[in-house]
């Protein structure tokens, strides 16, 4: 089992930053790929960045170039730099990791960006 805690979520100004971070704990040395998604009010939950065991990173294209996913594995902590924040980042957003085949989420924070 593997459990995740998401935090830095918040209000901010369009065009502004935010860093999302997701703790792991549990049975983490069997985790590879990590990721966020996010779901914006009625619509479907959606990738957003994912990053492997390796580094190697996979961005939705509607945040090339604003985000940044990274993780570190000594502290089983990933992180989202999520910058020149848009209304449209309006969304819980939910760290995802997979340990072996099966999937974990965590409980989802709220990112609200005004216009």
Do not use: H
Request: proline share 2%; hydrophobic share 35%.
């Amino acid at each position: 089992q593997v459990q995740l805690v998401e935090s830095g979520g918040g209000l901010v100004q369009a065009g502004g930053s935010l860093r999302l971070s997701c703790a792991a704990s549990g049975s983490t040395l069997s985790i590879n790929v990590m990721g966020w998604y996010r779901q914006a009010p009625g619509k479907q939950r959606e990738l957003v960045a994912v990053i492997s065991n390796v580094g190697m990173t996979n961005y939705a294209d509607s945040v090339k170039g604003r985000f940044t996913i990274s993780r570190d594995n000594a502290k089983n902590t990933l992180y989202l730099q999520m910058d020149s924040l848009k209304p449209e980042d309006t969304a819980v957003y939910y760290c995802n990791v997979y340990s072996g085949w099966i999937a974990y989420w965590g409980q989802g924070t709220q990112v609200t960006v005004s216009s």
